[in-house]
């Protein structure tokens, strides 16, 4: 199987007392939960994988998903965004400019 879209979430977890925090402490496990169950009610198994990852840089931005191919770069992602990230980008290939970093 080769997805259309493959999306890295940072999963990256570090101490609280950390200066540059971290996405897991931002709430990426929940934007992970929340993308992956969005493949799953839109049954898009074959065109759209979800991966954790560690850190991918913007901390302090976080929690951050990378879209592949298309190399476009969301932060402050919440699961609220989820289904707006589906319908605009990675069906209309538009990308959600108010969450984008890069």
């Known amino acids: ?13 570090r101490p609280a007392t950390h200066p540059r925090g971290s996405c897991g402490s931002l709430g990426a496990g929940a934007v992970f939960e929340a993308l992956g169950a969005e493949v799953e009610k ?7 994988m979800v991966t954790g990852t560690f850190c991918m840089g913007p901390c302090d931005r976080g929690p951050t998903v990378v879209v592949y191919p298309d190399g476009v770069w969301y932060g ?20 959600v400019q108010r969450l984008r970093i890069m």
């Open 42 to 48: 839109r049954e898009m198994f074959e065109s759209v």
């Open 1 to 13: 199987m080769k997805p259309k879209h493959h999306l890295f979430v940072c999963m990256n977890q």
């Open 76 to 95: 402050g992602v919440k699961p609220k965004d989820v289904a707006e990230i589906f319908d605009a980008h990675l069906i209309k290939g538009e990308p």
